[in-house]
Structure formats: C-alpha cells, structure tokens
C-alpha cells in the first residue's frame, strides 16, 4: 500500500514542469498587462499633449481677434477712420443718406439673396403648414447645415431656417417646391428686384452661394426695407432663437445677426458669406425715438469685423450723423 502512493520520477518531473510552466505563464502576463499599462499611459500623455497644443492655439486665435476689434481707431464727428469694409451705406426712413462709402458699386451679396427669394416665395401665396421631403439634390453642395435628406419639414420652418440661420438646404428646398420651376423662381427673382428699383442687383439662385448674384449697398438698403415690410418676414428676422422638429430630429436655430443680442433694438436683419463676396450684414434698427436706420457692409473680411464695423457704423450714426446735416458725399476717412 506504501509502495503504491509513492510517486515515481517521472511524476516529480511532470509536476515540476507544471509549477514552472504556471509561474512562467503568470510572470508573462504581469509583464503584459505592464506593457499594456505603460503604453496607455503614453498614449493619454500624447493627447493630453496635443490637446493642450490645440486649446493654446485656440487661445492664441481668439486673443487675436480680439486685438483686432480692439484696436479699430476710435470714430469722430467727421467720419469712420479704416473702416474694414468694401462698402457701406447707412439711411433713415426717409431715404436720407447718413453715411456711404462705395454705395453704388457692384458686389457678390451672398445669402444677402435669400431676401428677395423670400419675397417670391411669398408672391406664391405658400401654405405655411405644409410639410415637404428634403431631397439629396437640396443637400447637394450646399454649404454647412444641420437639415438631412429625407427629413419632413414644414413650409413654415424652413422660412425660419433660411432667414435666420441662412440655411441654403432649406432655402432650395423652399424654391424647389413652390410650384415654380428653378429657372421661373430666379427669373421672377430678377424681375422683382427689377420692379423695387434695385440698381445693379442681378441673380442667378435662389441661396447666394454663386458670386454671380450682385448688388450695391445701396440696392441692398432697399431690398431689406422692402422684405421688412412684410409681416411674417420681418417677425421672422427679429427672433434670436427657433425650434422646431422634423419627422427625425429636433433643430434649434440661432439667429446669425448677432446684434440682435446689442443695445439697439433690431427690426430686421440678414447676414452672408461666400468667399468671394466676404462677409456681409444688412440690418434695420430703431433708436429709443422711433427713428428708423438701415445699415448695409459688403466685404468686411473676417465674422468679427463685420460686427465691429457695424457697430461703429451705427455708434456714428447715432451719435453724429443723427443730430445734424450731413454730406451725402460724406465718406470714411
């Protein structure tokens, strides 16, 4: 019975093996899982880095553009020195010029378009709560925008969309089912601006995304005091926020004009940008009189000057310009 439970060499052998084999296999592991550990480690130190790297530059940019709005020439009772615009021109209700710089040359106006195809828009008498598929063809080289294909959207919404947020899905999709065809919309567009008197405007699409599309400032002054006259446009264009839902997803619209959130009160307003047009602001404002002012930039070259400039603009006009006579002639120095 003893000799039987004895274990032979070769058993020692083998349980030897297996003891070293385990401790050899849990020694390999902890080097792994160190391995793994270090190497993780190294990896979160790199984007820890360049996220550092990345915020710094941010910093860095909008420091400097801060420094730009800062450092603008302060206006006087004669004019706006280095003003950062192609063009601009600023009147009153009456018509009386307050403040010009290039009024009558041509420029691309970008989105600045989407004023006169509302007012096609609106001489097709739409249904408002009617809703309509956005198409692949919408989205199709149409700039940034947060409307997908195949999203169900009301008539309604979409005005929003266009004005507010300058959404060019939106705005095709608006031209596209109003009962005209593409080439009737821009025509009609082109007879309207025609019929309002504005001088050198020319459109060749609804969105303002061709540099084909041209006006002056002062074309432009007059096609918003035109579209502002319109109930639902001009309420549209003095929302700040909007929301609504498609059949997918929830939007939320934030107004482009970003005066709307200054110390003036904003009755309308639009902005735009393509590259070859820069940016660009069309606005109507009421002083605490009730004093009517429509102001117009063309090419101001970054989103901040644009508003910079505007601001100073109408802090001249309605320091200055307001309270006497001026030189129509009368241009930034």
């Known amino acids: 019975m003893r000799a039987d439970l004895a274990m032979s060499p070769r058993w020692l052998r083998r349980i030897a093996v297996t003891i070293c084999a385990t401790i050899a296999f849990g020694i390999a592991v902890d080097a ?3 391995m793994a550990a270090r190497a993780h480690s190294s990896r ?3 984007r820890a880095t360049a996220a550092g790297r990345v915020a710094k530059r941010r910093a860095r940019v909008r420091r400097r553009r801060r420094v730009v709005a800062l450092r603008l020439p302060a206006i006087t009772p004669y004019g706006i020195p280095r003003l950062h615009v192609k063009a601009a021109y600023v009147e009153d209700a009456s018509g009386q010029v307050l403040f010009q710089k290039n009024p009558e040359r041509v420029y691309p106006i970008a989105s600045l378009t989407k004023l006169v195809s509302a007012m096609v828009l609106l001489d097709t008498a739409p249904d408002w709560d009617r809703v309509v598929e956005i198409l692949p063809e919408d989205v199709r080289n149409s700039s940034r925008s947060h409307i997908r294909p195949h999203e ?3 008539i309604r919404d979409l005005i ?4 507010m947020s300058s959404d060019n899905v ?3 999709a608006l031209a596209r089912t109003c009962g005209l065809e593409r080439p009737e919309f821009v025509r009609r567009m082109n007879v309207k601006a025609d019929s309002l008197g504005l001088t050198g405007a020319h459109f060749v699409e609804p969105t303002g ?4 599309n041209v006006a002056t400032a002062q074309a432009v002054a007059k096609l918003l005091r035109a579209a502002s006259s319109n109930d639902v446009v001009s309420t549209i264009m003095q929302k700040e926020q909007y929301t609504f839902a498609s059949n997918r997803r929830l ?3 934030i107004n482009t004009n970003r005066l709307l959130r200054s110390k003036w009160r904003v009755t309308a307003g639009k902005t735009g940008f393509i590259q070859e047009a820069g940016y660009c ?3 109507s404002l009421q002083t605490p009189t009730g004093t009517e002012v429509t102001a117009v930039l063309l090419g101001a070259p970054s989103n901040a000057l644009r508003f910079a400039e505007a601001k100073r603009i109408l802090d001249w006009t309605f320091r200055f310009a307001l309270h006497r006579d001026l030189d129509p002639d009368l241009d930034s120095q």
């Open 32 to 34: 792994r899982d160190a």
């Open 44 to 46: 979160s130190r790199l």
């Open 152 to 154: 169900e959207i009301s």
């Open 160 to 163: 929003h969309a266009s004005l």
């Open 170 to 172: 939106a705005t095709k």
């Open 209 to 212: 995304l061709s540099e084909q």
């Open 251 to 253: 939007h939320m619209l």
């Open 281 to 283: 602001l069309a606005t």
